[in-house]
């Protein structure tokens, strides 16, 4: 059982783009959750993060926005770089939990 | 700072032998987490510690063992490796559980 479905698993687009990955969830007592980010042959590192009580955080060209009652959330780029080309990770997390729940990768190319 | 340190970075094994994954950080963090990265799968979590002394299964632990014996140091062990345990091993570390996970370069493991 898959707790966090993200799409698409592939994503191209031209700089300049606002290229937009979306994640879904099941479970309503998740109440955090944070993107990572990806490059080749390195770990994740957290990109950003969001929690429930709000509806849409940005940080520099990142922004998530979030959907409780969808149960849905989503990370847009904009003015998409080529040096933004990575992998993207979603997560989530119970109250309560240590741990957190990846989705499987969305792989993202930015064309010049 | 070296962050979180993981040796080493690649390794072939044979069917049936053993090896420890080494892992540790230099931040004084609680919280360590071992996740196996395979492609288009995302992250999954075998194990965790919340402290030294203290370690939890995580979603895939079957055919692995770990200790906290040390804040900084939490091994990974393979005891009979096997095809299936073929992926790329991501060691990871915080200071406040599942908020901001810091995760080492990996290592890469094969099993033939």
């Known amino acids: 059982q898959q707790q966090v479905k993200q799409s698409p698993q592939s994503l191209i687009v031209q700089k300049g783009g606002i290229p937009i990955i979306n994640c879904a969830y099941e479970n309503t007592a998740f109440d955090y959750f944070p993107w990572y980010q990806q490059f080749p042959g390195k770990g994740p590192a957290l990109l950003i993060a969001i929690r429930p009580d709000v509806s849409e955080k940005k940080e520099g060209r990142f922004t998530i926005s979030f959907n409780k009652s969808a149960k849905q959330f989503s990370l847009h780029i904009m003015d998409s770089q080529p040096g933004d080309s990575a992998t993207y990770f979603c997560?989530?997390?119970?109250?309560?939990?240590?741990?957190?729940?990846f989705g499987k990768g969305t792989k993202l190319t930015v064309n010049p | 700072n070296a962050g979180v340190t993981q040796t080493p970075k690649f390794r072939i094994l044979k069917i049936g032998q053993s090896m420890t994954l080494q892992c540790t950080q230099d931040m004084n963090h609680n919280y360590m987490y071992w996740y196996r990265q395979d492609p288009g799968m995302g992250l999954k979590l075998i194990y965790y510690?919340?402290?030294?002394?203290?370690?939890d299964k995580g979603e895939v632990p079957n055919g692995y063992n770990v200790s906290r014996s040390t804040t900084e140091d939490f091994p990974l062990r393979l005891e009979l490796a096997a095809p299936s345990q073929t992926s790329v091993y991501f060691c990871?570390?915080?200071?406040?559980?599942?908020?901001?996970?810091?995760f080492g370069s990996g290592t890469q493991l094969s099993v033939l």
């Open positions: 990871a570390s915080s200071s406040s559980g599942r908020e901001k996970l810091f």
């Open positions: 510690s919340v402290g030294a002394g203290i370690t």
């Open positions: 997560a989530a997390s119970k109250g309560g939990s240590e741990k957190l729940v």
